[in-house]
Nanobody, 126 residues
Framework: QVQVVESGGGLVQAGGSLRLSCTVS????????MGWFRQASGKEREGVAN???????DYADSMKGRVTISQDNAKKTLYLQMNNLKPEDTAVYYC????????????????????WGQGTQVTVSE
């Protein structure tokens, strides 16, 4: 059984930083992309950052320049470092993975990702 578990969300003041973590278990092969998405209240889920199986990265315009995606292979953990956070970054942040062969690192279509975590809330105050 595949499990995706995020952690690291919380309440932070504008201009602050947070690092989100994601561990994936039960998925031993065929992962093309892993990425971070977010969904604000009343809005559609949108991509934030991706990393493919060759460690190439891509960032959506939503937070480009303020986030960095990375991974620790030994810990099998994916990270999202978020800096200079703004109130409009308030959302539930999700970690996702896909094994679809056609997905490239620039694929921020949530429908192409099959494995999702439960999400972690990030709230940025004024």
């Amino acid at each position: 059984q595949v499990q995706v578990v995020e952690s690291g969300g919380g309440l932070v003041q504008a201009g602050g930083s947070l690092r989100l973590s994601c561990t994936v278990s039960g998925l031993n092969f065929g992962v093309n992309n892993m990425g971070w998405f977010r969904q604000a209240s009343g809005k559609e889920r949108e991509g934030v950052a991706n990393m493919d199986e060759d460690d190439r990265t891509d960032y959506a315009d939503s937070m480009k320049g303020r986030v960095t995606i990375s991974q620790d292979n030994a810990k099998k953990t994916l990270y999202l470092q978020m800096n200079n956070l703004k109130p409009e970054d308030t959302a539930v942040y999700y970690c996702a993975a896909t094994t679809r062969w056609y997905c490239v690192v620039a694929d921020f279509n949530a429908a192409d990702y099959d494995y999702w975590g439960q999400g972690t809330q990030v709230t940025v105050s004024e």
